[in-house]
């Protein structure tokens, strides 16, 4: 599932606006509603930070890393910083265990592993160099089936 965000138009069912997706108090949902309500954290976060290009794609089953790639850009290396340090803190307060961040200090291309949800932002150039939501967003190939 390959998904661009449009700033106040849901895309599917999983991303509505605001933060949370259930009424199920924060520690006793799914691993599924974890990963959607981590989603909704992050999606809302960087549209509040006036981040560019934002996609995101489902990578359930594709990897064993995360249930979800979210892609966004920054117009400048302060731009790319201000909204992954905004996207921790945010993470932070709706509850979710502490993130691993990698590239902050420089912000070409910053990496935040957030357990089910894994977020890169990138100056437009280092992205379009890099294009790694082209190689996720690849289509599953089905098996053939043998006579």
């Given at each position: 599932?390959?998904?661009?965000?449009?700033?106040?138009?849901?895309?599917?069912?999983?991303h509505?606006?605001?933060r949370?997706f259930?009424?199920v108090?924060k520690g006793?949902?799914?691993?599924v509603?974890?990963a959607?309500?981590?989603l909704?954290?992050?999606?809302?976060s960087v549209?509040?930070?006036?981040?560019?290009?934002?996609?995101y794609?489902?990578?359930?089953?594709?990897?064993?890393?995360?249930?979800?790639m979210?892609v966004?850009?920054?117009?400048s290396s302060?731009?790319?910083?201000a909204i992954c340090e905004?996207?921790?803190s945010?993470?932070?307060?709706d509850g979710?265990?502490?993130s691993r961040v990698?590239?902050l200090?420089?912000g070409?291309w910053?990496v935040i592993d957030?357990?089910?949800?894994?977020?890169?932002v990138?100056r437009?150039?280092?992205r379009?160099f890099y294009?790694i939501?082209?190689?996720?967003?690849?289509?599953d190939?089905e098996?053939?089936t043998?006579?």
């Amino acid at each position: 599932m390959f998904c661009h965000f449009r700033k106040g138009k849901p895309l599917t069912t999983v991303h509505t606006k605001g933060r949370a997706f259930s009424a199920v108090p924060k520690g006793l949902e799914s691993g599924v509603d974890a990963a959607r309500r981590a989603l909704g954290t992050v999606l809302a976060s960087v549209e509040d930070s006036k981040a560019e290009d934002i996609v995101y794609l489902n990578i359930t089953g594709k990897s064993a890393l995360a249930d979800y790639m979210v892609v966004v850009s920054g117009r400048s290396s302060r731009h790319v910083s201000a909204i992954c340090e905004h996207l921790i803190s945010d993470m932070k307060d709706d509850g979710f265990r502490h993130s691993r961040v990698e590239g902050l200090e420089l912000g070409d291309w910053v990496v935040i592993d957030a357990g089910d949800v894994i977020i890169h932002v990138f100056r437009p150039e280092v992205r379009a160099f890099y294009n790694i939501e082209k190689m996720w967003a690849t289509p599953d190939i089905e098996e053939e089936t043998r006579h």
